[in-house]
C-alpha cells in the first residue's frame, strides 16, 4: 500500500555542522512534498516544499531534494542550531486529491 | 494573527462519552483536516474537508465524524470514544488542497479511560 517512511528515527549532529534527514515514498502518483518541523508541544510547522516537476528547491538554510527514480526525498540543513533540534516530518499527496500522508518522523538533535 | 485554534487543548474522559473537539480558522482557506498523531505512527490523517459542506475520509476515519457547515470551523466528533482513541489531534488548514501549505493547530490531547 502507500507508504511514506523515514531511513533513521533519530538523528544526532554538532552545532555547525550540516543535517541530512530521508525520507522514502512509494506512491509514484504522489506530485507535491512537503517537509515539516515538529517541536516538542507544538504542532507540525511547514519548512519546506517542492513539486514533482523539479528536483531540488532551496530555502533560507534549508534544500529539499527529490529523486523521482529511487522515490527519494532528502531535507538538508545547512549550518545546523540547537533551535533545529525538532522531529522532521516528510509528507506526500497527490495534487489532485486532499489527502495528505506523512512519514514517521526523525528526531534530530543538535549538540552544542 | 493568523491562526488555527483548538479546544480544548486537553480532555480527559470515558469511554461511550460523546465529544467534540472544536477547530477554527481565520485565513478564510478551503481546506481543513484532522490528524491523529500517536508514537512510532506518526501523523494520520482522519477526515478531510476541501470546502463547505464537502468532506472525505482520511486514512483513520473509525470512530469518528467530522462537519463543515461554515468555512471557518471544522468540528471533530467522536460519538461512542474508546480507549484506542487516546491520542494527540491535530486540526490543519490550507488556501485549497493542491499545493498549499497547511497550518497546524497547537494539537488536542485526548485520554479515554
Known amino acids: 500500500g502507500e507508504s511514506v517512511g523515514l531511513h533513521l528515527p533519530t538523528l544526532s549532529v554538532q552545532e555547525g555542522d550540516n543535517s541530512i534527514i530521508n525520507c522514502a515514498y512509494s506512491?509514484?502518483?504522489?506530485?507535491?512534498f512537503i517537509w515539516y518541523k515538529q517541536e516538542s508541544g507544538k504542532g507540525p510547522q511547514f519548512i519546506i516544499d517542492?513539486?514533482?516537476?523539479?528536483d531540488k528547491r532551496q530555502g533560507q538554510r534549508v534544500t529539499v531534494l527529490l529523486n523521482k527514480t529511487v522515490k527519494h526525498l532528502s531535507l538538508q540543513i545547512a549550518a545546523t542550531q540547537p533551535g533545529d533540534s525538532a522531529v522532521y516530518f516528510c509528507?506526500?499527496?497527490?495534487?489532485?486529491?486532499?489527502?495528505?500522508?506523512f512519514g514517521q518522523g526523525t528526531e534530530l538533535s543538535v549538540k552544542p | 494573527e493568523a491562526q488555527v485554534t483548538q479546544n480544548p487543548r486537553y480532555l480527559i474522559t470515558v469511554t461511550g462519552k460523546k465529544l467534540t473537539v472544536t477547530c477554527s480558522q481565520n485565513?478564510?482557506?478551503?481546506?481543513m483536516s484532522w490528524y491523529r498523531q500517536d508514537p512510532g505512527l506518526g501523523l494520520r490523517q482522519i477526515y478531510y474537508?476541501?470546502?463547505?459542506?464537502?468532506?472525505d475520509k482520511g486514512d483513520v476515519p473509525e470512530g469518528y465524524k467530522v462537519s463543515r457547515k461554515e468555512k471557518r470551523n471544522f468540528p471533530l466528533i467522536l460519538e461512542s470514544p474508546s480507549p484506542n482513541q487516546t491520542s494527540l489531534y491535530f486540526c490543519?488548514?490550507?488556501?485549497?488542497?493542491?499545493?498549499?501549505?497547511?497550518?497546524f493547530g497547537p494539537g488536542t490531547r485526548l485520554t479515554v479511560t
Open positions: 490543519a488548514s490550507s488556501l485549497g488542497a493542491g499545493v498549499y501549505e497547511q497550518y
Open positions: 485565513m478564510n482557506h478551503e481546506y
Open positions: 517542492i513539486r514533482s516537476n523539479m
Open positions: 509528507a506526500e499527496k497527490n495534487n489532485q486529491g486532499g489527502k495528505l500522508i
Open positions: 506512491n509514484s502518483a504522489s506530485d507535491y
Open positions: 474537508s476541501m470546502n463547505v459542506e464537502v468532506t
